[in-house]
């Protein structure tokens, strides 16, 4: 598991040729990127080929742009990824059109062209929820067993009462718990998208 961090000094071992700063950065991102394309459904055929095109855009930004100028490196990887994923939707589109409507709406199941603000959106969801998956698997190691317990059953909807008759603790217990977890949880994705913009 790694510690999140989007340091400048990552960045720019990354963009010089480091492997093992790379290949942490791409470990890093890599499931972000592909929830992106996921929400935007591209097809799974093609998904891996347009992580490949994202982070080697990444890469070729990364090499022409200093650490100390990337303020917000989330922006410039939403930028990357919606820009390969537009590109994309574009092709497809333009392929699609070729295509006999039949045949389109068979095997498309009736999917309508995305647009720019859509894929925005997309963005910014997945991006929320890669944090907080992150976050929580970070802040994990630092909480008893009990206190994950109670968290990932918060998470599913068990109520306190439940909680507590279950894994043998008061009900204020769950509660301080819960609230301990998540106040770690909350930290961890301030740090991590101050981390990376």
Known sequence: MHTYTTSRTLLLRSSQLDGGSWTELVDLYKPFICSILIKLNIQKDDIEDLIQDTLIRLFKTLKKTAPEDITRFRSVLASITKRCAIDYLRKRTSEQRKLDAGQLLEEQGHMRPLQEPEIDQIIERQWKLFLTDTAIGNVEAQCSKKAKAVFKMRLK?????????????????VYRMKTQVKRCVSQEIQSMDGHAG
């Open 157 to 173: 909807g068990y109520d306190a009462e439940t909680i507590a008759e279950q894994l043998g603790l008061t009900v204020s217990s």
